[in-house]
């Protein structure tokens, strides 16, 4: 079992940041990233990388406004978001898997944190 627990979220204005925070726990896992769920949409993959390595994947929406990162030390995963939009307003969850996977397919991530909301308004 992996425990994940997210914090950082919350509400910013058009264009502002914020970094969230991914407290992983319990077995070893491969990949890890953040996923994200509007309203009414399918859950989809933001960022994801290789634990350990600096393989990151990013989806085209995010690409060079958001980053993924992880402190291996303190096995905490994170994600800087600049230039944030309305369209970016979502719940976040934070997932995990004990392979190594490229894709940001959510059915191969079997673990998740409780989520945190972002709220961007313009």
């Known amino acids: 079992q992996v425990q994940l627990v997210e914090s950082g979220g919350g509400s910013v204005q058009l264009g502002g940041s914020l970094r969230l925070s991914c407290a992983a726990s319990g077995a070893t896992h491969k990949t890890w990233g953040w996923f994200r769920q509007a309203p009414g949409k399918e859950r989809e993959g933001v960022a994801t990388?290789?634990?350990?390595?600096?393989?990151?994947y990013y989806a085209d929406s995010v690409k060079g406004r958001f980053t993924i990162s992880q402190d291996n030390a303190k096995n905490t995963l994170y994600l800087q978001m600049n230039s944030l939009k309305p369209e970016d307003t979502a719940m976040y969850y934070c997932?995990?898997?004990?392979?190594?996977?490229?894709?940001?397919?959510?059915?191969?991530?079997?673990?998740w944190g409780q989520g945190t909301q972002v709220t961007v308004s313009s």
């Open positions: 997932a995990a898997t004990t392979i190594y996977i490229a894709a940001m397919r959510k059915e191969a991530f079997k673990y």
């Open positions: 990388i290789l634990a350990g390595t600096d393989r990151a």
